[in-house]
């Protein structure tokens, strides 16, 4: 009988710090979620942009004019859940001054402005979707 006993019992002691020890650790808070990245946007795609309707409203792009002075940047951000992009020119007609690609969800795209004047842009993608910026 005591040797069942000696035999049983390190196995007790193992089972039993084995469970405290995972009750330990799942009471550790852990945070498994990534960093939320902060962007200063100029101009922001909104949600639903994707979807026509936003030009009714003057809303697919927020401001959808925007007046900076020569040598600034402009940073537009895709609030939407679709893809976007910010192309120079009009749909149909891109002038190939600048163009960011495909903007992922919550993606951004910067670019400097060091020459004066009116630049027109627009969403490949979605052809009602048109913006401007004018450098002074």
């Known amino acids: 009988m005591i040797k069942k006993i000696i035999i049983i019992l390190p196995i007790i002691i193992i089972f039993v710090v084995v469970i405290a020890l995972a009750a330990s650790y799942s009471s550790i808070e852990t945070n498994s979620e990534e ?3 902060i962007v200063n946007a100029d101009v922001i ?3 639903k942009v994707s979807r ?3 030009e009714e409203i003057d809303r697919c792009y927020i401001p959808s004019v925007i007046v900076i002075d ?3 940047k402009v940073t537009w951000l895709n609030e939407d859940s679709a893809f976007h992009s910010v192309t120079s ?3 149909g007609d891109p ?3 600048f163009d960011s690609g495909h903007l992922d969800p919550f993606e951004s795209y910067s670019l400097d402005f060091n020459e004066t004047g009116t630049f027109d842009y627009f969403c490949t993608l979605h052809p009602w979707m048109k913006g401007q910026v004018i450098v002074e």
Do not use: A, R
């Open 35 to 37: 960093p939320e990245l």
């Open 89 to 91: 020119g009009f749909y």
């Open 52 to 54: 026509p309707g936003c």
């Open 45 to 47: 795609m909104p949600t």
């Open 95 to 97: 002038t190939d001054l």
């Open 70 to 72: 020569s040598g600034q």
